[in-house]
């Protein structure tokens, strides 16, 4: 099948992989430009784009495929799409609104031959509609979650649905290893269901249970003691690794990678024990942390980071 491919990130590069191992003639890949990154802030192509450079893929990688900001550029952009004669349009993870003519593009596929743009889509849909599916299950406490390949129209995850997978939540999941995870069971299906591209078919999203995955910001990383231990250890999950969570010991930012809920009462903030990891007082329960990390310093297992930055019972920390 031809397939033109628009995404970004490891988890649309998981898919696009599995697209070229089944055999599908990818004839053009969508990509974000490349971004500065690192302690050098070198140009760094995203993880979609080297793929699909290693096998001899054309990239381009639009600031925009929007007429409005850039007519003759999307326009382009537009026309050169058409001209592939596609079948599918397939998307993951790609972070640029597609206009209702990229939307069109492709010839379509299934049953009535009007699929003609895909979705992977990182939850089970309506649930956690948007930018952040995966950070926002975990967070909320979510027992399950899944894959939905979904047909793609111009509202935000609003379109039908082809296919889904369900996983459960792992306790221990971080939002990167859940990605990873779906990135891999998300490729499975969408290769699964491309096998029949004429027996597709699809059903309308759920009108009850509709929520919204907002995009992660920085400002959410600070850690809020009055909040139970439960509900500040799953955040710790949902922002690993970005934005992370952090509290401050005398104005130092110190992040928390990995905590567990643990019996203990106090103020909020108060450290209860600082002996081989730090037990922190919640407002329900406490925390028990066993990795942090301090400015400019590597991830540090509790027992060498305390060493290094001591505790004391008693002190609150904010």
Request: proline share 8%; hydrophobic share 45%; with cysteine.
């Amino acid at each position: 099948m031809k397939i033109i491919f628009a995404g970004t990130p490891d988890f649309a590069a998981v898919a696009l992989k599995h697209l070229i191992d089944a055999g599908h003639d990818i004839a053009l890949v969508l990509s974000q430009p490349d971004r500065r990154s690192g302690r050098g802030m070198k140009l760094t192509p995203s993880p979609v784009k080297v793929l699909a450079e290693e096998n001899n893929i054309p990239v381009i990688t639009p600031l925009t495929l929007s007429l409005k900001r850039d007519p003759e550029g999307a326009a382009r952009i537009h026309k050169e799409l058409k001209a592939i004669e596609a079948d599918l349009l397939v998307v993951a993870a790609y972070g640029l609104i597609l206009p209702q003519a990229v939307l069109d593009c492709a010839k379509g596929i299934g049953k009535k031959g009007d699929i003609k743009a895909i979705n992977i889509h990182g939850s089970l849909l309506p649930r956690w509609r948007g930018a952040a599916p995966v950070a926002r299950c975990i967070e909320a406490g979510d027992a399950e979650t899944g894959v939905t390949l979904m047909k793609m129209e111009l509202g935000l995850d609003t379109g039908p649905m082809i296919r889904i997978v369900r996983m459960p939540i792992l306790p221990t999941d971080t939002a990167d290893v859940l990605m990873n995870r779906l990135a891999v069971e998300g490729a499975k299906l969408l290769v699964e269901a491309l096998k029949t591209p004429d027996e597709l078919d699809w059903v309308a999203q759920p009108e009850e249970g509709v929520t919204y995955a907002e995009k992660l910001q920085k400002t959410e990383a600070n850690i809020d003691w009055t909040q139970p231990a439960s509900v500040i250890e799953q955040k710790i999950r949902a922002f690993s690794p970005f934005p992370g969570t952090l509290f401050h010991k005398n104005d130092v930012p110190v992040k928390i990678w990995e905590a567990h809920v643990t019996e203990g009462e106090g103020r909020p903030g108060e450290i209860l024990d600082a002996h081989d990891g730090l037990t922190i007082a919640c407002g329900e329960g406490a925390l028990r942390v066993t990795k942090l990390q301090r400015p400019g310093k590597p991830r540090m297992d509790a027992h060498p980071f305390l060493q290094s930055m001591p505790f004391v019972v008693g002190e609150e920390i904010k």
